[in-house]
Antibody
Framework: QVQLVQSGAEVKKPGASVKVSCKTSGFTFSNYGVSWVRQAPGQGLEWVGWVSGYNGATNYAQKFQDRLTMTADTSTTTFYMELRSLTSDDTAVYYC???????????WGQGTLVTVSS | QSVLTQPPSVSAAPGQKVSISCSGRSSNIGNNGVAWYQQLPGTAPKLLIYDNDKRPSGIPDRFSGSKSGTSATLGITGLQTGDEADYYCGTWDISLNPGFAVFGGGTQLTVL
C-alpha cells in the first residue's frame, strides 16, 4: 500500500532553516509528484509547493518563492522540503501528500510539527 | 483569508443529512475539479471525494460530491458520531502562471 513517512518534529530558532523528509513506498516514484501542505495551530490547510518525482521540477507558492527548496531523491524514493529564514509564522504541521492530479492530494504523510521559537 | 469559502461550522443529529458548501471563482472551481478532505482530530487529512463527485476506494457512499459553476457541495447522509471532523475543499487555481493549489478555510462538523 502507499505510504508516506515523514521525519520527526523540529524546534528551530528564528532565522534558522528546517529540512523535512518524506520517505515514500508502494508506488512508482517517478510517476508522481508530491505537494507540501502546512497547517498552523488551529488553522486551515495552506499549499506550500510541489515537486516532481520524475525530474525534480518544482512549483512553489508565491509567498515562499525566495526561501523554499523542494527536492526529490529517486535513489531513496524520498522527497525533501527545506524552508529558510524561519519566523514564528512558520510554526505549523507540514504534510507531504502524493498528488493524483494538480487538483487532488491523494495520500498523505503523518505530518511533521515545526516549531519556531526563540 | 482562504481562496475558497466554506461555512465555519455545521451541525446535525445522528442519522440525518448535512451539506457543506464551497464557493470559488472561475479561475479555480470554475475550471478545475474539486476534492474534499476529512480531517479527524489530531490526524492528517484524508481524501473523501475527487474530480467533483468520485469516491476513492473504501469511502462509503454516504459521502457524495457535486459541482455547479463556481461552487461545490459535499453531502453526508446517515450521520455518525465518527463523522465529527473538519472538512476541507480544494482545487487548482489558474489565475497565475504557473497555477497553484488552493483550499477552503475548513468546516467543522458537529454531530449532535
Amino acid at each position: 500500500q502507499v505510504q508516506l513517512v515523514q521525519s520527526g518534529a523540529e524546534v528551530k530558532k528564528p532565522g534558522a532553516s528546517v529540512k523535512v523528509s518524506c520517505k515514500t513506498s508502494g508506488f512508482t516514484f517517478s510517476n508522481y509528484g508530491v505537494s507540501w501542505v502546512r497547517q498552523a495551530p488551529g488553522q486551515g490547510l495552506e499549499w506550500v509547493g510541489w515537486v516532481s518525482g520524475y525530474n525534480g521540477a518544482t512549483n512553489y507558492a508565491q509567498k515562499f518563492q525566495d526561501r523554499l527548496t523542494m527536492t526529490a531523491d529517486t535513489s531513496t524514493t524520498t522527497f525533501y522540503m527545506e524552508l529558510r529564514s524561519l519566523t514564528s509564522d512558520d510554526t505549523a504541521v507540514y504534510y507531504c501528500a502524493k498528488d493524483r492530479s494538480a487538483s487532488v492530494r491523494e495520500d498523505w504523510g503523518q505530518g511533521t510539527l515545526v516549531t519556531v521559537s526563540s | 483569508q482562504s481562496v475558497l469559502t466554506q461555512p465555519p461550522s455545521v451541525s446535525a443529529a445522528p442519522g440525518q443529512k448535512v451539506s457543506i458548501s464551497c464557493s470559488g471563482r472561475s479561475s479555480n472551481i470554475g475550471n478545475n475539479g474539486v476534492a474534499w478532505y476529512q480531517q479527524l482530530p489530531g490526524t492528517a487529512p484524508k481524501l473523501l471525494i475527487y474530480d467533483n463527485d468520485k469516491r476513492p476506494s473504501g469511502i462509503p457512499d454516504r459521502f457524495s460530491g457535486s459541482k455547479s459553476g463556481t461552487s461545490a457541495t459535499l453531502g453526508i447522509t446517515g450521520l455518525q458520531t465518527g463523522d465529527e471532523a473538519d472538512y476541507y475543499c480544494g482545487t487548482w487555481d489558474i489565475s497565475l502562471n504557473p497555477g497553484f493549489a488552493v483550499f477552503g478555510g475548513g468546516t467543522q462538523l458537529t454531530v449532535l
